[in-house]
Antibody, heavy 121, light 107 residues
């Protein structure tokens, strides 16, 4: 069955760029029925949708983060990636990748296990 | 952005009880409302889509209802594994937003 796995550094220095990758297995990242999204969870702000990408490259971002966020996809590697620039302590969170069905009437139905990112010098 | 407000924030109940969690949207979202269960240290798990459609494999003791701005998640005959945090989420607006969560604890 479809599985997602996040990877990347667990510690990032303030003002630097956070970079994470999500590897998709057990299914096709090029599925026309899927978007691929990033969500984060921090004690202070709960669950926050960061943005999503379609396999063909179309991206959708949360306006609250849009100026600092880039999501990209590499279909040859079955991966999509997140970059958050100029991080501060407020970006400390558990970051999840998830499948978001193209059908908006269906919720985020497959999640990675999550990876903890701490912003600290 | 559409704001999602859950109540209560926490709830104590016993095994076998029936509980209801509510979720209100700041504007009408039709039925583009989903419910998740999150256990400590785990990712959220989708329980219900489109306000009332149970995901495959989710026990029938879970049910959802509502439309517009008011939604409920009901769990009948609580089981030990149901004690977790529950979130609602809307997919109507261009920015997906979640409720703040309801922590269901054992009394």
């Amino acid at each position: 069955q479809l599985q997602l796995q996040e990877s990347g550094p667990g510690l990032v220095k303030p003002s630097e760029t956070l970079s994470l990758t999500c590897t998709v297995s057990g299914g096709s990242i090029s599925s026309s029925s899927s978007y691929w999204g990033w969500i984060r969870q921090s004690p202070g702000k709960g669950l926050e949708w960061i943005g999503s990408i379609y396999y063909a490259g179309a991206t959708y971002y949360n306006p609250a983060l849009k100026s600092r966020v880039t999501i990209s996809v590499d279909t040859s590697q079955s991966q999509f990636s997140l970059k958050v620039s100029s991080v501060t302590a407020a970006d400390t969170a558990v970051y999840y990748c998830a499948r978001i069905p193209h059908d908006y009437s269906i919720g985020m139905d497959v999640w990675g296990q999550g990876t903890t990112v701490t912003v600290s010098s | 952005d559409i704001q999602m407000t859950q109540s209560p924030s926490s709830l104590s109940a016993s095994v076998g009880d029936r509980v209801t969690i509510t979720c209100r949207a700041s504007q009408s979202i039709s039925n583009f409302l989903h419910w998740y269960q999150q256990r400590p240290g785990k990712a959220p798990k989708l329980l219900i889509s489109a306000a009332s459609s149970l995901q495959s494999g989710v026990p029938s003791r879970f049910s959802g209802s509502g439309s517009g701005t008011y939604f409920t998640l009901t769990i009948i005959s609580l089981q030990p594994e149901d004690f977790a945090t529950y979130y609602c989420q809307q997919s109507y607006g261009s920015v997906y937003t979640f409720g703040q969560g309801t922590k269901l604890e054992i009394k």
